[in-house]
């Protein structure tokens, strides 16, 4: 079946450093590939997302590329803010109903 | 993009009650909608996918006769937990499927959380 890995957390860093979130997944045929960001009680937020291979979502300083040959989906930020902190997810889908996700990773970004 | 909305975004109740959440998308026509679950510090599990004017699909594990779920609109699904139990105290999130999508999307609504006394 479909999986999804991430690194696990917490990650804590200091204010603009470069951020990484490993992701790598597990899939037939050819998932749509997202990442999606959780605040302090909240509910998820896409942050981006992309739908072939070698395609590269970004959104507010972070990108992912989706690479086919490494079956990953490394989430990047190369200067994080306070306001950054959340939990990242994730996720593949293949055909628009089941999406997977990975188990999260908790990033803590201090002052 | 696409909103969707849940209410209420917290509710407290007894053992043994039925608590109804609304999920709805507000800005577009979704036959499909998704009902998840996740524990503190854990990942969205799916419990069921609601088909508008048919019966839901559970998840193997889910309990449909305590999970009831209703998609009577192309914008409303409502998910009614039944004689909750402290056990069903968990944070209930639902989702849409744009059916004019073409990138297999869904949007995310913004939570329900449920604490069972």
């Known amino acids: 079946g479909n999986s999804v890995t991430q690194m696990e957390g917490p990650v804590t860093l200091s204010e603009e450093a470069f951020l990484t979130i490993n992701c790598t997944y597990t899939?037939?045929?050819?998932?749509?590939l997202f990442w999606y960001v959780q605040y302090p009680g909240e509910g998820l937020q896409l942050l981006l997302k992309?739908?072939?291979?070698?395609d590269k979502g970004s959104n507010k300083g972070f990108e992912a590329t989706y690479r086919k040959e490494t079956t990953s989906f490394h989430l990047e930020k190369g200067s994080v803010q306070v306001s950054d902190s959340a939990v990242y997810f994730c996720?593949?889908?293949?055909?628009?109903?089941?999406?997977?996700f990975g188990p999260g990773t908790r990033l803590s970004v201090l002052p | 993009g696409a909103v969707v909305s849940q209410h209420p975004s917290r509710v407290i109740c007894k053992s043994g009650t039925s608590v109804k959440i609304e999920c709805r998308s507000l800005?577009?026509?979704?036959?499909?909608m998704f009902w998840y679950r996740q524990f503190p510090k854990q990942s969205l599990m799916l419990m069921a996918t609601?088909?508008?004017?048919?019966?839901?699909?559970?998840e193997q594990g889910v309990e449909k006769d305590k999970f009831l779920i209703n998609h009577a609109s192309l914008t409303l699904s409502t998910l009614t937990v039944t004689s909750a139990h402290p056990e069903d105290s968990s944070f209930y999130i639902c989702?849409?499927?744009?059916?004019?999508?073409?990138?297999?999307?869904?949007?995310f609504g913004p939570g329900t959380r449920l604490t069972v006394l």
């Open positions: 996720a593949l889908s293949t055909n628009g109903q089941n999406f997977v």
């Open positions: 989702s849409a499927r744009v059916d004019s999508n073409s990138y297999n999307e869904q949007f």
């Open positions: 609601s088909n508008e004017g048919s019966k839901a699909t559970y």
């Open positions: 992309a739908t072939k291979a070698d």
């Open positions: 800005d577009f026509q979704a036959t499909t």
């Open positions: 899939a037939t045929g050819y998932p749509s």
